[in-house]
DNA sequence: TTTGCTCATGGGCAATTACTCGTTAAACGG
DNA sequence: CCGTTTAACGAGTAATTGCCCATGAGCAAA
């Protein structure tokens, strides 16, 4: 063994013994024997390997896209929860896998023993999430709705989800019994300092996690098709540079909330901080996708539950 | 989270705990604090990718292909050490690479620091190797030759390895003061009664390691060259289905050793056991081939050293 | 030749991982 | 519906691995 102390002989030892703890599967007492050096030598020939990248480990399963995009898109927008599920081919419906996934990470935070509170928003996808809970007993628990429950002709909102959230899981929760939209700003205030609005947004305001869908824009957009908005003002909204509204809150396509008369009168809790919770959005779609970005972009939400798809669109890919 | 029981959610999770420790990086506690499982949960999803082969690794190193020849002719010829080095594209010295193996493997056994019994063959390749080792003081070790250093007109043989071997790693050695074949069967009984004869027979036997040339027949073997055996001999051998020889001792194409009077008449030291000991060949190239693949069939050694194109051979590819 | 620097080495120790065992829950078959 | 079988689980423990540090070899500049 003439000249071991060169590099290329060095990264050969590496490579060996690289080879021989991951392909075949040796210990590194076992590599040390083999090549006649300590222990520890074959560990650093080991660790050398992989830092010079002459290992390269790959996942053979649809999962693994997913978790590479979810990384991606982690770190482009520093996310604290990403999860990208493997998209529908068949792509019809837009709550294939996300809703599952969503279940299951609310199903994770319901799991901690320690009581927590959890906000939701509102929509048809988070509607399809909670759909998915099993049943469990989470009594230590709150849930509060970010969104009103009553509807603009005064019924009770479809796609508020807190109540079959609350039904499935056994937890006190604390709905809004408010509109989605007031009529004037002035209004909102009234409400608000209701007693009973009062304590449900301190709460909002204390939420560990919140869950919300995010709402595309544009005639075929949730606030429209629920009734919230005429189509008109949709359109002037649009004109005004608007990319996407989650629980109601519209915001241009970088993120920021615009500051017009539709904000004014939304009555939803303000979206929880992102600094001391988690915001999680979702959401999956083309139609989607600007709403998404921006959402992103502008750092309302702090995570996200997508698909494959969009989370390639994310990327620029 | 609805259904975890069945076998795709299964593998989705293993995948997911697959890729978070081996792509990730993570540690198998924040796999299972980020799953929602116990830690020992997270390291039998773990271990459950790597079993059913989710995650695959790859070494991007020319060696690589080595290794994997060495490991699939470890296995199909069950032997103790296998060394495959790169080829030479050239492919015209029959000692490139092979050599440096050699020695390294050598100065792995003499950096032992218990006394070992070091047993030698001869062969151009052999001396090759020897020819490669590093001075060293190896008092503790013994060397001693397999084969006779006396040639057929009764001068030193050129390829008896056992001197430069002593010389350059100053420990004792027993040479064999023999020609390599006796003119008898008879002959080579009183050889081998003289005293010193017999220590070196015996210290052969309790060698802890060897290490042979493997030697093709035919016209331009090494034993017609060397002038151990004349033409029409060797003729006579190739009819009876001589396939190679180690230390003079001939055998078939299944590895065993030919009953005849040319076995009779090698005064070499019987090759030590396989069961206790490794014995090691060194040998690489297209006309040696039958020679190597039949010492490896009937056991003859239990480790070889030899090149990319060989093992391919070797492996039938 | 001496001095100072860099780097590989091996020992030791703490963290991490793999395995075994007894228990529990779910699936299966009668 | 009940007993049997299988698989998964958690706890505990043994094995393996990662990392820090003191040491010494190799080497270049003084």
Redesign the pocket.
Known sequence: MAK??D?QG?LD?AARAGWL?YVAG???????AAMS???????????LA?AERLIKVRLDHPIAACLELAEALRKKYDLKHVEVVPSDPAGSSSTVGIAEAGAAEIERWLKRPDPIVIAVGTGRTLKAAVDQLPPMECPQHRIVSLTGNIGPDGSAAFYNVIFSMADAIKARHFPMPLPVLCSSAEERETLHDQALVRSTLELGAQADVTFVGIGELGPDGPLCVDGFLGKEEMQKLVREGAAGEICGWVYDNQGKLLANSINDRVASVPIPSRETSSVIGLALGRKKFQAISAALKGNIINGVITDEATAEQLLGR
């Open positions: 071991r102390s590099t060095r030892d703890y040796r210990t590194q007492d076992e590599i040390a050096i300590s222990r520890q030598s074959a560990q650093r020939l080991v660790s992989v």
